[in-house]
């Protein structure tokens, strides 16, 4: 699904964007008739509506969630659904079975601005009895609907003592999953979690707060063993470790259970979870815990740092170690939180198998006003990784050695950073010391000579090659364009050609003084990403020709643009959402 901006026109009213003859055009003829096969087979479920925002499920092979809205942008309306046709941005029969739904009860009752007051004052109406036979009934028939009331049902009842060995049965229920949770599935799984959160932050509120720990603890113990099992792409489970979090801090703050228990319980779930649950716990709880709880929390953790092996620069290449990982910033955490700058020192001392450790430490040393130390390290780190690793080091030192006046170390140091790896950010390093010491002339001719020196290696390397490894000029385009000589900019890209997206600042550069270069290039960019169909590149497409029209009007080629637009809606007629796009373009 195609996750969108919130809606903004909340005084426009989607009926004037929403029409049938919009639904023919956005979806063409046969989704259009398969979407109105689906309405007239009753496929879509309760419309929820709000001013300018429609959404519903809509069964097919799976249930889809679908969304219509006023977008803000193109004064007309977007849209998403979960189905495959709807991921790749087109205007699917789910969604034309919304919108014609959605007319129909709108032209039966055009000034309701929510939809279901109906269902509304038909369940007022009822006896309790009948009542409590329709949500039995349904609760019969659906195994989370029934969990979500006995949590409620339990909230209520609870004059003798929470049950807890019921509630944890229904928080397993909602939590647990069996199998696993696909991408339509996802959304009903975040809402039966998010049932469950709400009713532990209730039971919280009414003074339950050692057993809401509790509870929070096994809840966090059921999502870590879950969240591998469900494909969450839409990020609807982000939040609810950090509210589940939240809530079991503060019932421990209200409970104030054992503090050196609560401390090693702590280091255990944060040392051992794989999901980052109860990370930075020392700081988090440090409110609850107090200094008998922290200085339990540090010697479980000290012991534990002194286990592990101390890395070196050169050793064996290691996998990924989330334990480890773990225990360093454990370790940082206490550090930073007692202010210990020669603790913190050691802990990135044990581990100097990368080039990024040696630049923790020389700016560590640098933060606290040891700045030989920090030059020291730097240096360590250049010797031990002398190559592109270290370009993050080589800025820092370059920077020390020009804050202390010894400028031709600042410069060779940036020179061989560059010679390492001849690319922008390299050059923009180079540029950055030398302006500073007056020398920029000098050293941006010599380090252009370089620049070209290496595309031509370059290109000898991958003669013969073909088109797909010819090394290009966009480094010099790049430079040439930042540098805004844009005439040297648009040679080197004539001559030796450039990325894309460099074609495409050149053009808006030369759009102006040179509006035929401009022309050519958002042309073949046009033709270029045309071969493709996705709603994203039909937007940029519609940006582009946007572009160009400015450039013919400009020019008094008004016509001109009408002819060439028409060409590309022929090129293009079996795209309808394209089409739809390309409407008032022209005018």
Not at 331 to 356: C, F, N, P, T, Y
Not at 439 to 456: D, M, N, S, V
Not at 460 to 469: F, L, N, P
């Amino acid at each position: 699904m195609i996750r969108n901006k919130e809606l903004t026109t909340l005084g426009k009213d989607l009926g004037e964007f929403l029409t049938h003859l919009k639904l023919q055009r956005l979806s063409g003829t046969r989704s259009y008739g398969r979407g109105v096969e689906y309405h007239a087979q009753g496929r879509v479920g309760r419309i929820t509506q709000r001013k300018g925002s429609i959404s519903a499920t809509v069964s097919g092979t799976h249930p889809y969630r679908v969304r219509i809205w006023i977008d803000e942008d193109s004064s007309g309306i977007d849209y998403s659904c979960t189905c495959p046709v709807g991921s790749d941005g087109d205007f699917c029969k789910h969604l034309v079975a919304a919108g014609l739904a959605w007319m129909e009860r709108r032209e039966k009752s055009p000034d309701r601005e929510t939809l279901g007051s109906d269902l509304e004052t038909w369940l007022q109406g009822l006896d309790k009895k009948k009542l409590i036979k329709i949500i039995l009934d349904h609760a019969a028939k659906d195994d989370d609907f029934s969990d979500h009331l006995e949590l409620r049902a339990t909230l209520r009842n609870n004059a003798n003592g929470l049950d807890m060995k019921k509630i944890k049965k229904l928080l397993h229920n909602a939590i647990t999953i069996r199998g696993y949770v696909d991408y339509h599935n996802a959304y009903d799984y975040s809402c039966r979690v998010e049932h469950a959160i709400q009713y532990l932050d209730q039971l919280l509120g009414e003074g339950h707060a050692a057993q809401v720990a509790e509870l929070a603890e096994y809840a966090i113990s059921r999502m870590e063993a879950s969240l591998e099992r469900v494909d969450d792409s839409d990020g609807y489970m982000g939040g609810f470790s950090r509210d589940l979090m939240d809530i079991h801090h503060r019932a421990c703050l209200a409970s104030r259970p054992d503090p050196k228990k609560l401390a090693q319980k702590l280091f255990i779930r944060e040392l051992l979870s794989q999901w980052d649950f109860f990370s930075g716990a020392a700081v988090t709880y440090a409110d609850v815990l107090g200094p008998e709880g922290l200085a339990e929390y540090k010697r479980q953790t000290l012991d534990a740092w002194a286990e592990l092996p101390e890395l070196h620069p050169g050793g064996r290449v290691r996998d990924f170690d989330g334990k480890r990982f773990r225990m360093t910033h454990m370790m940082e955490a206490l550090a930073r939180q007692e202010g210990d700058v020669d603790l913190l020192l050691s802990i990135k001392q044990r581990d100097l198998s990368h080039a990024g450790a040696f630049l923790d430490i020389a700016r560590i040393n640098y933060d606290a006003g040891r700045t030989d130390e920090a030059i020291s390290w730097a240096e360590r780190g250049l010797a031990a990784f002398p190559d592109y690793r270290s370009h993050d080091t080589a800025d820092f030192l370059a920077g020390l050695y020009h804050d202390r006046g010894d400028h031709d170390r600042a410069m060779d140091v940036i020179w061989r950073s560059l010679e390492q790896s001849t690319d922008i950010r390299r050059y923009r390093a180079l540029k950055d010391i030398a302006g500073k010491l007056g020398r920029w002339p000098l050293w941006r001719t010599k380090a252009l000579e370089h620049i070209r020196g290496r595309i031509l290696e370059e290109k000898a390397k991958h003669r013969g090659r073909g088109a797909a490894y010819r090394p290009d000029h966009s480094l010099l385009v790049d430079i040439f364009l930042q540098d805004k000589d844009f005439a040297a900019a648009w040679s080197e890209a004539k001559e030796g050609g450039c990325r894309s997206e460099l074609w495409l600042k050149l053009a808006a550069a030369r759009a102006k003084d040179h509006p035929d270069d401009a022309l050519t290039v958002y042309r073949n960019h046009l033709d270029r990403i045309l071969t493709h169909a996705d709603k994203r590149i039909y937007q940029e497409a519609v940006k582009v020709l946007g572009k160009i029209r400015k450039i013919m009007l400009g020019s008094g080629d008004e016509q001109a643009f009408k002819d060439y637009l028409g060409r590309i809606r022929t090129a293009n007629k079996r795209r309808r959402s394209f089409l739809v796009m390309l409407e008032g373009i022209g005018s």
